[in-house]
C-alpha cells in the first residue's frame, strides 16, 4: 500500500514473531487471526477452543479466549475454521521461508517447477511462486502466456530485489473458480469476485466498491489511528519507570524507618522489623504485579502497533481490507489506555520517635505506613442536599447526583464551584428529556453524562448539558414500559464504550452508547454501585446488603468473587470505586468509613473514617485524591 519495503534476511528476523504461533511457537500454518489480531494455527486454536469448551462448557460453549492476552471473542457458527484467515501472516511466513533458503551456506535449491526436481533452480517467478531452472526460465521468455511473468535470479533475490509487493497481491474467490477478488461488500466488510457481486452481494442490499479504493480508504485510517497509539508504550514506559521510583523510595523509607527504631531502642526491634518488613514485601508485591500489567499492555501493544504498520506498509489491497475492521478496532480501544503508576503513598512509611521518651512515656514512637487517609478539604459546601452518586468528568469536573429538594445533576469545577446543572422534571418523570430522580451517572470519553432515572430509561445530555437521547434499559423478557417505574440503578461505561445498566429485577444490561442493546445478566443482588475492570468484568455493591461489600461478575453472569463485609459492626454499602489494584467501598454505618478491598475481594483495611454519612465516592485519575459524597457537600482525601 505504501512504498515497498526490501525484504532481508535483517527483516525476516525482526518479522519472525508475527509467523510464530503463540501455542506450538512453530511457523504458523494456516494462519487464524482473533479480533485482538494475535494469530494462531487452525489446528492448534481449535485444539484450545476444544480444550477449553471440555474445562467450562457454560462460558467457552461459543466463546473462544485468546491464548496470548486472554480476552474473550465470539466464535462464529463453523467454529474456529470460520475466522478470518490472516493471508498477510501467510504471505510473510512465505517469504521468510524463501529467504532462508537463499541464504543458506552453499544453499542448492532445486526446480520447483518442472518434472525433474535434480535440476536446480537460477530464478524465480513472481507470479507462479516457483523457483525456476534454466530450461524454465527459457520458457518463460518465450511462451505468450508466461512471457508476462516477473521473473528474479537468485542474485536479484539476494540483493534485496524480493520486496513485499512482488510477489502475487491478486487473491483467488474461494468460492468462484479463477475469479480474482477485485471488489469489496462494504456492508459485510469482506472482499469478493465479479461472480459475488451478483450471486452473493447483490445490488441494492449490498453496497459495492472496487477493492483498490476500499484499501485505500482504509489504510488511511488505520494510519491515523496508528499516530494515535504509538505514543502510547512511551506513556506505559513512564508509568513503569515512576513504580520503580515507587519501589525504591519504599526500599529507601523502610531502611530508615528501622534505623531510627534502632537508635530509640533494641528491646522490640525484632517484633518492629519484622512488621515492617512484611508491609514491604508486600507493598514490593503489589508494585511489581502492577508493571508487570503494564509491560503486558505494553507486549499486545506493540504486537497490534507492528501488526498495524506491517500491513499499511507492506501489506496487499486485500490484506489491507480483509484485517481492517480487526486491525481497527484493536487500534481503537488501544487508544483508550491512560497507563497510570502507582500511588506515591505506596513508596511512603516514616517512623517518629516520640519527643517524651525521657519522660517515662511506654510508647517509643509512631509508625505512619500512609494506609490511611487524611481530609484535604471540603468542597461546594451548601450546594447541595442529599447527594447520591458522584464521579469525574472531563477536566476534572465533579458531577453529582442529588436525591431530595429538586432532584438535579449539578457539575462543578475542580474546586466545587458551580458550572451548570442538568435540566430537570417533576418527580413523576414525565418530562423525557428532565431528570426525575437520578441515581447513576457515567461519563462517555466524548464528555456525554449518561444518566439513570426513576423511570426504566437511562438519559443522555451532552457536555454542556443539553438533552440528547433516551433510551430503554432491557431485560432478558425485553423493554420495560415507561409507566411500570422499574428503578434503574448503577451505572458505568467500561474500556470498550459499553454501558452498564443495573436494575430492581437485579439485571444488568449492557448497550452500545447509542442505546443498542448488546448483551446483559442477571446477578443475585440489586445493582446500586457499578464499576467495570479489565477482563470484561464487572464489580456490583448493592445499598441492602448488609453482609457483602460487593461481588464481581463476568459479563455471563458468572460470580467470580465477593467481598465479605468488614470485621465488626453494621454494614451498609453506599459508595463503589477501583483505583488500579484496589477497590474502595463506602458504607454509612459500623462506622461510617471508606474501606479497601484487593479486586479479588481481600479485605485489606479502612481508608479513612473521617466521615459521617458518605453517599458516593469517586477516585481522581492521579489515583492521590479521593471525592466523598457527605450530604450536603464533598470532602476530598489524600494519602
Keep these: 500500500m505504501a ?93 521468510n521461508e524463501i529467504m532462508k533458503q537463499l541464504y543458506e551456506k552453499d544453499a542448492k535449491i532445486p526446480c520447483t517447477s518442472c518434472v525433474n526436481s535434480d535440476n536446480q533452480a537460477v530464478g524465480r517467478c513472481v507470479e507462479c511462486n516457483d523457483f525456476l531452472c534454466k530450461k524454465c526460465v527459457d520458457s518463460h521468455k518465450s511462451l505468450r502466456i508466461l512471457i508476462h511473468h516477473h ?165 496487499s489491497e486485500h490484506d489491507v481490507a480483509t484485517m481492517y475492521s480487526s486491525l481497527s478496532n484493536t487500534m481503537q480501544q488501544m487508544s483508550k489506555l491512560n497507563p497510570k503508576p502507582v500511588r506515591k503513598s505506596m513508596g511512603k512509611v516514616e517512623f517518629k520517635p516520640s519527643k517524651n521518651l525521657d519522660n517515662g512515656m511506654s510508647s517509643l514512637g509512631s509508625l505512619n505506613t500512609y494506609e490511611q487517609w487524611t481530609l484535604g478539604k471540603t468542597i461546594a459546601s451548601g450546594q447541595f442536599i442529599a447527594g447520591r452518586y458522584i464521579i469525574l468528568g472531563r477536566n476534572d469536573d465533579i458531577v453529582v447526583a442529588t436525591y431530595q429538594s429538586g432532584h438535579y445533576v449539578l457539575l462543578f469545577d475542580d474546586n466545587g464551584t458551580p458550572k451548570r446543572q442538568i435540566q430537570t422534571s417533576n418527580a413523576g418523570g414525565t418530562d423525557i428529556q428532565g431528570v426525575s430522580w437520578p441515581w447513576g451517572l457515567a461519563i462517555a470519553q466524548n464528555g456525554d453524562c449518561f444518566i439513570t432515572d426513576y423511570n426504566p430509561y437511562v438519559k443522555v445530555f451532552s457536555a454542556d448539558g443539553n438533552f440528547k437521547q433516551i433510551f430503554a434499559a432491557q431485560n432478558p423478557n425485553g423493554t420495560w414500559s415507561y409507566n411500570e417505574r422499574s428503578q434503574l440503578y448503577g451505572l458505568a461505561i467500561d474500556a470498550k464504550g459499553h454501558v452498564y445498566v443495573g436494575s430492581s429485577s437485579q439485571y444488568i444490561s449492557i448497550h452500545n452508547q447509542d442505546g443498542a442493546r448488546v448483551s446483559g445478566f442477571s446477578v443475585n443482588m440489586f445493582p446500586c454501585f457499578i464499576a467495570t475492570i479489565a477482563d470484561d468484568r464487572v464489580i456490583i455493591s448493592d445499598h441492602g446488603n448488609s453482609q457483602q461489600a460487593a461481588c464481581v461478575y463476568d459479563t455471563n453472569g458468572t460470580q467470580l468473587h ?66 466523598v459524597c457527605e450530604n450536603n457537600s464533598i470532602k476530598v482525601f489524600h494519602p
Design 562 to 627: 465477593t467481598f465479605a463485609k468488614p470485621p465488626g459492626g453494621n454494614f451498609n454499602p453506599t459508595g463503589l470505586c477501583v483505583v488500579q489494584d484496589e477497590v474502595f467501598v463506602a458504607s454509612s454505618t459500623g462506622p461510617p468509613a471508606v474501606y479497601r478491598y484487593s479486586l479479588t475481594g481481600d479485605y485489606i483495611g479502612i481508608l479513612t473514617k473521617e466521615v459521617i454519612s458518605p453517599w458516593g465516592i469517586a477516585l481522581k485519575d492521579n489515583g492521590e485524591e479521593l471525592l
Design 151 to 315: 521473473v528474479l535470479t537468485l542474485e536479484e533475490l539476494r540483493t534485496g530485489k524480493l520486496t513485499m509487493h512482488n510477489l502475487p497481491e491478486q487473491e483467488m474467490c474461494p468460492k468462484h473458480t479463477r475469479e480474482v477478488l477485485n471488489f469489496y461488500c462494504e456492508t459485510c466488510d469482506e472482499p469478493m469476485c465479479r461472480d459475488c457481486t451478483v450471486v452473493d452481494h447483490p445490488r441494492p442490499d449490498h453496497n459495492q466498491i472496487d477493492l483498490k479504493s476500499a484499501a485505500e480508504e482504509r489504510n488511511d485510517k488505520l494510519q491515523e489511528l496508528f499516530k494515535q497509539v504509538e505514543l502510547v508504550p512511551k506513556a506505559i514506559d513512564t508509568a513503569t519507570a515512576l513504580d520503580e521510583k515507587t519501589a525504591k523510595e519504599l526500599r529507601a523509607n523502610v531502611k530508615k524507618a528501622i534505623s531510627l527504631y534502632k537508635k530509640t531502642s533494641k528491646e522490640a526491634e525484632s517484633e518492629f522489623t519484622q512488621k515492617i518488613n512484611e508491609l514491604e514485601a508486600k507493598r514490593i508485591k503489589e508494585i511489581e504485579a502492577h508493571r508487570d500489567g503494564l509491560q503486558f499492555q505494553k507486549a499486545r501493544l506493540c504486537t497490534s502497533l507492528e501488526m498495524t504498520q506491517q500491513i499499511t506498509q507492506n501489506g
Design 3 to 95: 512504498d515497498s519495503k526490501l525484504l532481508n534476511l535483517e527483516e525476516t528476523v525482526s518479522n519472525a514473531d508475527l509467523v510464530q504461533c503463540g501455542i506450538c511457537h512453530a511457523a504458523i500454518d494456516k494462519p487464524k487471526a482473533l479480533p485482538c489480531l494475535h494469530t494462531f494455527c487452525l489446528k492448534c486454536l481449535t485444539s484450545w477452543a476444544q480444550s477449553s469448551a471440555k474445562k467450562n462448557p457454560d462460558k467457552y460453549k461459543d466463546v473462544v479466549s485468546c491464548p496470548i492476552c486472554r480476552e474473550d471473542f465470539p466464535l462464529p457458527k463453523g467454529g474456529v475454521k470460520e475466522l478470518r484467515t490472516n493471508f498477510f501472516v501467510s504471505k510473510l511466513k512465505e517469504r
